[in-house]
């Protein structure tokens, strides 16, 4: 979510400086908070955020390769004259809201110690995206999958290299640019980028290249250190499951005769 504020680049001898927008520094509002000059278009203002403070910087794509974490999004358009600022529609009120509050109320710390953590599980996949506060891990991003049948065939090893894969690809935002570490159960995980790449299979290439592109620095952790991500990679969820008939003369009959009830009532 974070991006540098500044990054220099050597390449072949000058040196280039690039200013990045920041999503710590921007200013994020609801629409429906701001002047109806702003407010006369066809999306309920609930779902609609102005992004502010950009400068000149922060191209579409940007923002919604930043934005998009928080849900689907139905428009993003930034300001050309006078520039920056933008806005971004989401199609959900609740994932605009998300991306104006924060996950969980956390906001990302510049310059804070970032890391993934990451777990998977013959259910599911799971990892957090997580800073360094106080001597602490707070996790301000999570996220959850559930893969199809081939992947839960798959050797441990396999399965948690994938969850790294997975991890960086849902985060790639948030970490591109940074020095990060990434924190798994499976320990002979942290010897992936020391082995003899002949022994490992194309699929396992696949993985440890684009893991390699942001981060090398596999770390091993205790199964019970890593209780979010494990927790979220042994998340299971029937979608045909009907959900339980509530049977309302019952309910109202119990009401009826709650004591509890009718004290609240009488008072």
Same mark, same amino acid.
């Given at each position: 979510?974070?991006?540098?504020?500044?990054?220099?680049?050597?390449?072949?001898?000058?040196?280039?400086?690039?200013?990045?927008?920041?999503?710590?520094?921007?200013?994020?509002?609801?629409?429906?908070?701001?002047?109806?000059?702003?407010?006369?278009?066809?999306?309920?203002?609930?779902?609609?955020?102005?992004?502010?403070?950009?400068?000149?910087? &922060?191209?579409?794509?940007?923002? %919604?390769?930043?934005?998009?974490?928080?849900?689907?999004?139905?428009?993003?358009?930034?300001?050309?004259?006078?520039?920056?600022?933008?806005?971004?529609?989401?199609?959900?009120?609740?994932?605009?809201?998300?991306?104006?509050? &924060?996950?969980? &109320?956390?906001?990302?710390?510049?310059?804070?110690?970032?890391?993934?953590?990451?777990?998977?599980?013959?259910?599911?996949?799971?990892?957090?995206?997580?800073?360094?506060?106080?001597?602490?891990? %707070?996790?301000?991003?999570?996220?959850?999958?559930?893969?199809?049948?081939?992947?839960?065939?798959?050797?441990?090893?396999?399965?948690?290299?994938?969850?790294?894969?997975?991890?960086?690809?849902?985060?790639?935002?948030? /970490? %591109?640019?940074?020095?990060?570490?990434?924190?798994?159960?499976?320990?002979?995980?942290?010897?992936?980028?020391?082995?003899?790449?002949?022994?490992?299979?194309?699929?396992?290439?696949?993985?440890?290249?684009?893991?390699?592109?942001?981060?090398?620095?596999?770390?091993?952790?205790?199964?019970?250190?890593?209780?979010?991500?494990?927790?979220?990679?042994?998340?299971?969820?029937?979608?045909?499951?009907?959900?339980?008939?509530?049977?309302?003369?019952?309910?109202?009959?119990?009401?009826?005769?709650?004591?509890?009830?009718?004290?609240?009532? /009488?008072?």
């Amino acid at each position: 979510m974070c991006r540098n504020l500044w990054s220099r680049v050597s390449f072949l001898s000058p040196d280039r400086d690039s200013k990045l927008w920041d999503l710590s520094t921007i200013t994020l509002r609801f629409l429906k908070n701001m002047s109806s000059r702003y407010r006369d278009s066809g999306c309920p203002p609930d779902c609609k955020v102005y992004v502010g403070d950009l400068g000149n910087c &922060g191209t579409k794509h940007e923002i %919604e390769d930043a934005f998009s974490y928080y849900g689907p999004l139905r428009n993003v358009w930034v300001a050309r004259n006078p520039p920056g600022f933008a806005f971004v529609e989401f199609e959900d009120s609740r994932d605009a809201r998300d991306a104006v509050r &924060g996950l969980d &109320g956390k906001h990302p710390i510049p310059g804070a110690q970032l890391s993934v953590w990451v777990d998977a599980s013959d259910i599911a996949i799971g990892g957090t995206f997580s800073q360094l506060s106080q001597g602490k891990w %707070e996790s301000i991003a999570f996220f959850s999958m559930k893969p199809n049948k081939s992947p839960q065939k798959w050797l441990t090893y396999d399965r948690e290299l994938f969850s790294i894969y997975l991890a960086i690809r849902k985060f790639k935002h948030m /970490l %591109e640019g940074r020095n990060f570490l990434i924190y798994t159960d499976q320990k002979p995980l942290i010897y992936a980028f020391k082995q003899n790449p002949n022994i490992c299979s194309p699929r396992q290439l696949c993985h440890l290249d684009l893991i390699s592109q942001y981060s090398t620095d596999i770390r091993h952790v205790q199964g019970s250190e890593n209780t979010v991500a494990e927790a979220l990679s042994r998340i299971e969820i029937d979608s045909i499951t009907k959900s339980p008939v509530l049977n309302f003369k019952e309910f109202a009959l119990a009401q009826k005769n709650d004591p509890d009830l009718q004290k609240f009532q /009488l008072n």
